[in-house]
């Protein structure tokens, strides 16, 4: 009899625990969201892991609920701590960042209402760490930016025909630690450094983010070091 009434309290307490409407979603663990009431989660299994789960979330009534979600590439070299990333790694930052805007080669999806910037045969993604553009869209590609260290965004006409600019060492680009991370359309396979979904999981987001509300984009790992749920 004492055992069953132990074990019977264990499963209320866990039951308690978990809330009322069962186990807390995730960005509900997270350490920080960022604050508005859409949050975006890509999660691998494990740092090294090339391929993951990215899902999208509401946050209504003070409790998270899945918009929708699909399946997440990753950097060929897996992922690595935003804070200490070396640019060239292939490697995808973690951290909690903010979505600045969105792009494309095509057309924005209909009921987009995040700033959408087409891309043009002039626009470009400059990575040249001696550039003051470094780490921004140039149109035309200035001087000081050479071609070499820069991506020629037309040219990426599947994984850039709609994106998402991932504010990873956007606001105040640190040297050498990475530039044109962005929430993309899937290309052949991993990934350089970027997260990517398949197009239509692509389209659903950009008719799903809503700038007023303050989407971020927390990306980690299930466990460990760099758990998703640390950021």
């Known amino acids: 009899m004492r055992t069953a009434l132990v074990t019977t309290s264990l499963i209320v307490t866990s039951l308690l ?22 949050l975006i989660t890509a999660v691998a299994p494990a740092p090294g892991s090339t391929a993951g789960r990215l899902t999208w979330w509401d946050r209504r ?8 979600s699909a399946e997440a590439r990753f950097g060929a070299k897996g992922l690595t701590e935003g804070a ?18 969105a792009f494309g080669i095509r057309r924005a999806p209909a009921g987009t209402e995040f700033r ?9 993604w400059c990575q040249d ?9 140039t ?9 070499g260290e820069a991506e020629h965004l037309v040219t990426y006409e599947k994984q850039y025909a709609y994106a998402l600019v991932i504010g990873f ?21 991993a990934t350089a450094g970027c997260v990517s979904v398949p197009e239509r999981a692509m389209r659903a987001l950009l008719r799903w983010a809503d ?4 989407p971020h984009i927390a990306i980690g790992t299930g466990e460990g070091a760099l758990a998703v749920t640390r950021y």
């Open 17 to 38: 625990a978990q809330g009322p409407y069962g186990p807390d979603p995730l960005p509900a663990r997270l350490a920080d969201t960022g604050g508005g009431s859409q």
């Open 61 to 68: 009534a003070g409790r998270w609920y899945e918009a929708g």
């Open 84 to 101: 200490n990333r070396t640019q060239g790694t292939n490697t995808t930052p973690t951290g909690l960042y903010e979505l600045p805007y």
């Open 116 to 124: 959408y910037r087409r891309v043009t045969p002039d626009s470009w």
């Open 129 to 137: 760490n001696a550039s003051p553009a470094y780490n921004r869209w």
């Open 139 to 147: 149109e035309p590609l200035p001087a000081h930016c050479a071609p």
């Open 169 to 189: 060492n956007y606001e105040r680009p640190v040297r050498g630690r990475g530039a044109g991370i962005f929430l993309h359309v899937n290309g052949k396979g």
């Open 211 to 214: 700038p007023r509300r303050r």
